[in-house]
Every structure is written in structure tokens, then in C-alpha cells.
């Protein structure tokens, strides 16, 4: 059983480029998170989603980010018009339910570059 | 909403000697609390959960954490660290299934 994969694995995007960062689930997990690590911080959560909805999204930025889990195919990260700031490790994670406790398995990370 | 306090961002350590990570917490509901270890350049891998019940709760490589509500505290240890425990350790709660707040992290080094 594969775990959480994610790519790219680096992603080296200018400044006003788009980046879109993948994440597929384990199998027989239909919930994904997203979290962002910048330097030498801990993981902050962004947002939650289920197949084709997002269920909390309280930790995105309200600009240029945005996030998707379609019926079918990976989960997807977007960041338009990329700044410095966006340079970051972000990591996926995925659980069978979460409605209760269940524990998030995650995905290696995509670290994000803007030069 | 929760928060995780790691008060310590480094700790250096011999091997074969005793460590403790120390954790605390704060929410105003109950919650659950793991440990987190991430390697370099890797993601993060569960050490140990604390759900309910027993308050002492052992995880993997031989690491064990105990859960004292009184003192909102989550301290990890473990006996005889090896060269190989080197890396970063996040204390982690959450009230619900979904948002997992994390500490700033840790890092162990173990040196010869």
C-alpha cells in the first residue's frame, strides 16, 4: 500500500508564475490536508477537503491560494502570482475519516522556491 | 483552539543518554496530542498518539511520552538515544479530526 505522494518533489517557480503542487492519498483515504512549513517553523494547517468539497479552509490566505480534491485524480495546491514569501515546504496529508479521530499520514512535501 | 508551547528549539545529547523533549499545551477542550519526528529533507512519521485512556503511551524507536492533564504537559523521552534519532520533533495536538496544530519543533542532535 503506497503512502501519501506528492509532486513534484521541488518546485523552483519565478515571482507572478503559478504553482501547483499534487498530492494523492493513500488508498481508501478520502480526506486530505494541507499544511505549510515555512523556515524553521512548525507545520500550520491550511485547509481540509473531501472529494469535491472543502470542508475548513480557515488556515488558507485569502488570496492567490486556492485548493482542490476532485472525484477523480490527485489533490491540488494552487498558488497564483507566487512571492518570496510562498517559499515553503508544503506537506499533504490523508485519513480514512474525519468525522472522528483517525490518524493523518503524510506525504514527503513539495518545497516551493521563489526567486 | 489550541496551542502547542516546545520550549526547547535544540537539544544536544550523547548517545546512549537519557532525553527529554518537552511539551506543553493549551486548549479549552479535550484533546488529542502526538509526537511527530521528521528526518532531514523528509516528511513527518506518527512516534506516538495519545487518544485516552493510559496516561503513559509508547511509541515507536523506543521513544514513550505520559500525559499529564494538571500540568497541560506531553514531554517525550526516551532512555538511550542513538546517533540515528537525530532530527526534528513536533508536538502536535488537535480538538477535532481535522486541524493539527504543531509546536515550532525541536531538534535532537545526537553526537558521539
Known amino acids: 500500500n503506497a503512502g501519501v505522494m506528492q509532486n513534484p518533489r521541488h518546485l523552483v517557480r519565478r515571482r507572478g508564475q503559478e504553482a501547483r503542487l499534487r498530492c494523492s492519498p493513500m488508498?481508501?483515504?478520502?480526506?486530505v490536508y494541507w499544511y505549510r512549513q515555512l523556515p524553521e517553523e512548525g507545520l500550520k494547517f491550511m485547509v481540509y477537503?473531501?472529494?469535491?468539497?472543502?470542508?475548513?479552509e480557515s488556515g488558507m490566505p485569502k488570496e492567490r491560494f486556492s485548493a482542490e480534491f476532485p472525484k477523480e485524480g490527485p489533490s491540488i495546491l494552487r498558488i497564483q502570482q507566487v512571492v518570496r514569501g510562498d517559499s515553503a515546504a508544503y506537506f499533504c496529508?490523508?485519513?480514512?475519516?474525519?468525522?472522528?479521530?483517525?490518524?493523518?499520514?503524510f506525504g514527503p512535501g513539495t518545497r516551493l522556491t521563489v526567486l | 483552539a489550541q496551542s502547542v508551547t516546545q520550549l526547547d528549539s535544540q537539544v544536544p545529547v550523547f548517545e546512549e543518554a537519557p532525553v527529554e523533549l518537552r511539551c506543553n499545551y493549551s486548549?479549552?477542550?479535550?484533546?488529542?496530542l502526538f509526537w511527530y519526528v521528521q528526518y532531514p529533507n523528509q516528511g513527518l512519521q506518527l512516534l506516538l498518539k495519545?487518544?485516552?485512556?493510559?496516561?503513559l503511551v509508547k511509541g515507536i524507536n523506543g521513544f514513550e511520552a505520559e500525559f499529564n492533564k494538571s500540568q497541560t504537559s506531553f514531554h517525550l523521552r526516551k532512555p538511550s538515544v542513538h546517533i540515528s534519532d537525530t532530527a526534528e520533533y513536533f508536538c502536535?495536538?488537535?480538538?477535532?479530526?481535522?486541524?493539527?496544530?504543531f509546536g515550532t519543533g525541536t531538534r535532537l542532535q545526537v553526537t558521539l
Open positions: 496529508a490523508s485519513s480514512p475519516l474525519g468525522l472522528t479521530y483517525n490518524e493523518q499520514f
Open positions: 488508498k481508501g483515504h478520502s480526506h
Open positions: 477537503l473531501q472529494k469535491e468539497n472543502i470542508i475548513d
Open positions: 495519545y487518544l485516552s485512556g493510559s496516561t
Open positions: 486548549s479549552s477542550v479535550s484533546v488529542y
Open positions: 502536535v495536538c488537535t480538538g477535532t479530526a481535522s486541524k493539527l496544530t
